[in-house]
């Protein structure tokens, strides 16, 4: 059914579909009123799940592994700082092998502190061993949820997964969001059952120790668990498709990009800009098109190298930086595409909140012609 | 030992788990310095040292780690504490 409403509500919603029987989280801007919203479906009954309240985002997420390791369908959600928080417990949660979603409302890593948005806080937990979805718009944003659930309990995966999406551009937006039913989300998410659970009865550990001899091994096993991801996503996608109409099967997805020279590269609600700037370049004549990476982790190098490999130049739009380094996407869409001969320039912008304007993706294009690229786009000289 | 999805162990895992590859010094036992007062036994941190029909006590390098305790507290200073060669 068609609603319009907050993005945060709208999630909200779709996690209270996808039925969680454990909620633990503490709220911070810009995702608070995600949590408010599931904390008021528990207390009014419309939502049958554990909500646990607690002093902070380390204790959230680990009481989100204890529920999934009991085997619950946990769900938790942060940004930020307190995503920061979770580090370790996020490494954790993964070598655990617990199906655990959080979302998260994408907001920039203090000091100097910034509620806005950017894509640092995920994007600095890319190693954690998470799955990583990024959502363009709200519609995205929810629906990716189901999918998320479908793919992290699969039994080939195992592995917990975030839904981000930025913080006030699509949290605090009003937009009109197609919500499943609770048949619908029934039909698509079956409960979790775990085979191996935390049961008094029949005591297991999970995450024990492991010696020089074992610690290599399993971290390959929860790589080649993430590289099956790929797959399992695309099913799980197409399958979400077929039943409601919006498929989700492509990890990257091309817009008037077949025959695109001029390619932009991006995650998030960013591609809508981009998006509508395309169209008007298109009607001026010029071949642009844009490659939305809509899965971060695991990373779908060989989907990118296929869908950029008739591009003549690549502009990588990042919203963090890996300091001393570059842009994280485009490190990625480098490596994508080696050996290809084709540039990929990398621009850092819209940190903290910054606004990406349409003018900015034109001037952006115009800086790829010309070969500038790989720097911070926009910085205000005056203040520097 | 297949690698079980994240590292999960049932009770008793312990037995399976050859900690003694963690060992850098071995612990050698004299016996004609022994008095068979079973220190080592009661000290030892793995509970990996048993006594052998003759009353001497001996170690399970299968699980040993080498931590020298036995060889600290022996009495009788007949435990060496060598270094391992692998």
Not at chain 1, 83 to 108: H, K, T, W, Y
Not at chain 1, 300 to 308: F, N, Q
Not at chain 1, 312 to 340: M, Q, T
Not at chain 2, 24 to 33: G, M, N, W
Request: contains cysteine; proline residues 4%.
């Amino acid at each position: 059914m068609m609603e319009i409403t907050e993005g945060s509500h709208a999630v909200a919603e779709a996690v209270s579909l996808c039925r969680p029987q454990v909620i633990s989280a503490y709220p911070i801007t810009p995702q608070t009123h995600i949590v408010e919203a599931l904390a008021d479906f528990v207390a009014n009954g419309k939502l049958d799940a554990e909500y646990i309240t607690v002093e902070n985002e380390l204790s959230a997420l680990s009481a989100c592994v204890g529920a999934s390791a009991a085997g619950s369908r946990a769900y938790s959600a942060t940004t930020s700082q307190g995503l920061a928080l979770m580090f370790e417990v996020c490494f954790n949660a993964a070598g655990m092998r617990l199906p655990i979603i959080m979302s998260i409302a994408n907001r920039a890593l203090g000091a100097p502190l910034s509620i806005w948005n950017d894509q640092q806080d995920s994007i600095s937990l890319r190693d954690s061993g998470w799955l990583q979805f990024y959502a363009e718009d709200n519609q995205e944003a929810t629906d990716l949820h189901y999918i998320a659930y479908r793919v992290a309990e699969d039994p080939s995966i195992l592995l917990p997964a975030f839904v981000c999406f930025d913080g006030f551009i699509l949290s605090h937006t009003y937009e009109p969001v197609d919500m499943l039913s609770q048949e619908e989300a029934d039909r698509y998410l079956p409960g979790f059952a775990p085979a191996e659970r935390l049961d008094a009865a029949d005591p297991i550990s999970f995450g024990m120790y492991a010696t020089p001899e074992y610690y290599l091994e399993f971290r390959y096993e929860m790589d080649l668990a993430h590289k099956r991801a790929k797959d399992v996503i695309a099913k799980a996608g197409k399958e979400f498709g077929s039943l409601f109409g919006r498929d989700y099967s492509a990890l990257v997805e091309g817009y008037r990009l077949d025959d695109a020279e001029t390619v932009i590269v991006t995650m998030g609600s960013l591609c809508g800009t981009v998006k509508d700037t395309i169209d008007e370049m298109r009607a001026e004549g010029k071949n642009v098109g844009l490659l939305k990476i809509r899965v971060f982790r695991p990373f779908p190098t060989e989907d990118v190298a296929k869908a950029l490999a008739r591009a003549k130049r690549v502009a990588v739009l990042d919203k963090n930086i890996s300091l001393g380094s570059k842009g994280a996407v485009a490190l990625e869409i480098r490596d994508a595409l080696y050996g290809s001969g084709i540039p990929v320039r990398d621009y850092i912008l819209g940190l903290g909140g910054r606004d990406v304007r349409k003018k900015d993706i034109r001037e952006i294009v115009a800086l790829l012609e010309r070969g500038e690229g790989d720097q911070f786009y926009g910085l205000r000289k005056e203040v520097l | 030992m297949a690698l079980a999805v994240g590292c999960r162990a049932r009770p008793g895992k312990a037995r399976d788990n050859k900690t003694g590859s963690w060992r850098v010094f071995r612990p050698i036992f004299d016996h004609e310095k022994c008095s068979k007062c079973g220190m080592c036994r009661t000290l030892c941190p793995e509970g990996c040292i048993s006594e052998d029909k003759d009353g001497f006590f001996i170690p399970d390098y299968t699980y040993c780690k080498g931590c020298g305790i036995c060889a600290t507290e022996c009495p009788k200073e007949a435990i060496e504490m060598k270094q391992e060669e692998k």
